[in-house]
C-alpha cells in the first residue's frame, strides 16, 4: 500500500528548495560570482544535491512525528508547528540572499532558523529519537552555512545593493 502522508512529508519541503532554486539561478551570474567568498566553501554544484538529501530527509522526520505523536491534534502539535516555522525562515532564505542581496538580514534569518532548527531537533527527539537524529545533519549544514553567510557578509561590506 502506498503511504501518500509518508511521500508528500518528503516531497513537501523540497517545494521551497525548487523555488529556491529558481531565484537562485538567476543571480549566480554576475552577482554571485562577483562575491568575496572564503576558499573553503563548497563547490556550487553541491548545494543541490546536499539540500535535496536535508529537505526530504527533514520532511521523512516530520513524518515520524506526525505519525507517533498523534497528529496536529496530540503530542506532535508544537513539533510540527516548530517544523512549519523552521521551513518558512529556512525558504526565506534564499529570496533575502540571492534575490534582495542582503547579506546582513539573509545571516539574521540564518541565525533564527538555527535557533528555531534546535528547537524543533528537541522536540522532535521528546517524541521520536529517531526523528531528532535526522535533524542533526540538517543542524551541521546550517552551522556551514552560517559561517558561510557571515564570511560572505563581512568580506563584502554588509548588504551589496550596489552590485544588483
Known sequence: ???????????LPNVGGWMGALITSKNIKPWYENLVKPTWRPPNWA??????????????????????G?????????PLALFGSQL???????PIFFHYHKLGWALIDLLG???????????????????GAIMLPYLAWL????????????DNSGDTEKSR
Request: glycine letters at 8%; one cysteine or more.
Open 1 to 11: 500500500m502506498v503511504n501518500y502522508q509518508l511521500i508528500g512529508a518528503c516531497l
Open 113 to 131: 532558523l538555527y535557533a528555531t532548527v534546535d528547537a524543533c531537533s528537541v522536540s522532535f527527539w521528546s517524541i521520536s529519537p529517531t526523528a
Open 88 to 94: 518558512a525562515l529556512n525558504w526565506a532564505w534564499t
Open 47 to 68: 548545494f543541490g544535491p546536499v539540500w535535496t538529501t536535508l529537505y526530504s530527509s527533514m520532511g521523512y522526520a516530520s513524518y515520524l512525528v506526525y505519525r507517533d
Open 70 to 78: 498523534g497528529g496536529f491534534d496530540g503530542d506532535a502539535r508544537l
Open 143 to 154: 552551522t556551514l552555512a552560517s559561517a558561510l553567510n557571515y564570511c560572505i557578509w563581512r
